[in-house]
């Protein structure tokens, strides 16, 4: 069995990231990928592109908003503002590289459970106060023993499908390219009114369809300071680019109940029922189209395996410490779009890179390695170990 210090499991933005913070201490780690590293920035439809910008600031102490080290620049490596997906996962392989890290591409993790108990047993530890002595992870490769897990697989897994016949639509990272797909027909209709939903409504409307966007709100009419909660300026640029189209419907305040395929096999009606400030209205809508309704609400937030470490409260929150260590598993770590703190969910890259270098110290410490090599993203503005930014309402991180 091999051992390790840490085991990274993830080698997306998160698992690159915290891969480089550890890389500058004394420790013997590795990052694990089921895959190839940042491969579901490749899955990406072929014109979707970063909402957030990329820019050289770095030499101003004002490191490119999509790095995911102090010293590297997205926008400087692929000269664009908004990379798109493959050229993304361009940036994360050339990171990884440069700084050499220990990644082992195509493991898949199947099972983690603390050191010296059976698979059967993991939960009931995990329940009684976690594995103070380190982790055993079953791979595909063989198993792994570590004292500390990173988790850092993002929320690319299973597609979210709220409502019946949900399997009846496309959803939209199934989608390659927006060109290819609109050959399929030339009206749509699109679930979902936030990022991905308007890149599809813009994809098709630029390749002469016609779109419907339906949501059970109305995420293109709200205007937000934390753009977690409201489209970016980029999106809402493109959008209104197309706003004034006839190939444009949106129906706010919309919610779907299911789709139904008809028996010729060549039609679908979505239907409906309008949001109410009393709830639902009692009466159905029905949106009819002859291609699949698209399907962009995002996906299940589940953590695989370590699923059972990291509990949700009632809003579907993860409790982490401010360590962002499972709160019933000692040594075992989150990085990523699912970190939340007060309130407030680091969902881009700019605000999670911050916690690299917080779990990357916690471990240097409790190993009894140097940490000050940590200090560059001190200097960089990528260290917030003073959580007392985040509120909220206001979030200043």
């Known amino acids: ?34 895959d190839r590293i940042g491969a579901s920035f490749r899955d990406w439809p072929e014109e979707m592109r970063f909402i957030t910008p990329s820019f050289p600031s770095n030499s101003f102490g004002i490191p490119d908003l999509n790095a995911v080290t102090p010293k590297t620049s997205p926008a400087f490596a692929l000269d664009r503002e908004h990379p798109s997906g493959e050229e993304y996962a361009d940036y994360l392989e050339g990171v990884a590289e440069y700084y050499e890290l220990p990644v082992k591409e195509g493991v898949e993790v199947g099972s983690v459970r603390p050191r010296n108990t059976t698979t059967d047993e993991a ?9 103070q002595e380190g982790f055993v992870l079953e791979t595909d490769d063989g198993e792994v023993e570590t004292r500390f897990v990173v988790w850092a697989t ?37 679930i979902g009114g936030y990022e991905s939903g308007i890149d599809a409504a813009v994809g098709l409307i630029d390749n002469g369809c016609s779109v419907t966007v339906v949501d059970s709100g109305a995420p293109w009419a709200v205007r937000a300071p934390d753009p977690s909660v409201s489209l970016s300026p980029y999106t809402l640029e493109r959008l209104d680019r197309i706003a004034g189209s006839d190939n444009l419907t949106f129906a706010g305040d919309t919610y779907v109940e299911r789709v139904e395929r008809y028996t010729d096999g060549c039609r679908y009606a979505v239907v409906t029922r309008e949001v109410t400030e009393d709830g639902l209205s009692d009466s159905e809508g029905r949106i009819e189209t002859e291609t699949r309704p698209l399907l962009a609400g995002g996906f299940e937030t589940e953590f695989g395996p370590a ?29 990523g779009p699912e970190v939340a703190h007060n309130g407030v969910l680091f969902c881009f890259i700019y605000k999670f890179r911050t916690r690299f270098p917080v779990i990357a110290e916690t471990i240097g410490e409790r190993l009894g390695v140097d940490t000050s090599p940590l200090e560059v993203y001190r200097e960089e503005s990528m260290f917030m170990d003073d959580l007392s930014c985040c509120e909220p309402d206001m979030c200043d991180c």
Not at 123 to 131: K, N
Not at 307 to 315: A, L
């Open 1 to 34: 069995m091999k051992g390790y210090d840490a085991v990274v499991v993830g080698a997306g933005a998160a698992g690159v990231g915290v891969g480089v913070a550890l890389s500058k201490l004394d420790l013997d780690f590795v990052v694990v990928e089921r």
């Open 123 to 131: 939960t009931e530890m995990a329940v009684d106060g976690g594995a």
């Open 154 to 190: 993002g929320q690319y897994g299973e597609p979210r499908r709220p409502f019946e016949g949900a399997d009846c639509c496309v959803h939209n990272t199934e989608v390659n390219s927006w060109k290819n797909h609109a050959e399929k027909g030339e009206e749509f209709v699109v």
């Open 307 to 335: 699923d059972e470490y990291f509990p949700r409260d009632q809003e579907g929150v993860v409790p982490l410490t401010d360590r962002d260590e499972s709160p019933i598993a000692d040594g075992l770590f989150l990085a």
